[in-house]
């Protein structure tokens, strides 16, 4: 069974910056993407990013040249740079991964944005 530990969430001010990391184990599938999610208040989930076992990125627009998804440690640690953060990035991220990039999740961890 995959367990996910996320943590880096938090609160900052509008154009700060968070890392966030997550640590997956017990991961099987053959290939592993991994991503992050985020749900605000009130709003569907969004995919944030992603990025492959090849090192292939992929941003949602609104993030785009704000945030950096990377990978290390056999490809089953994942982090997320958020530079500039906005209000409206106020959300709970969640880490996930598998063949589909959505077949594990993790619990989510809170990140706020001030104004």
């Known amino acids: 069974q995959v367990k996910v530990v996320e943590s880096g969430g938090g609160s900052v001010q509008t154009g700060g910056s968070l890392m966030l990391y997550c640590a997956a184990t017990g991961v099987t599938y053959s290939t592993n993407c991994m991503g992050w999610f985020r749900q605000a208040p009130g709003k569907e989930r969004e995919g944030v990013a992603s990025i492959d076992d090849d090192g292939v990125t992929s941003y949602a627009d609104s993030v785009k040249g704000r945030f950096t998804i990377s990978h290390a440690n056999g490809k089953n640690t994942l982090y997320l740079q958020m530079n500039s953060l906005k209000v409206e990035d106020t959300a709970t991220y969640y880490c996930?991964?598998?063949?589909?990039?959505?077949?594990?999740w993790g619990k989510g961890t809170l990140v706020t944005i001030s104004p």
């Open positions: 996930t991964g598998g063949e589909t990039c959505k077949d594990y």
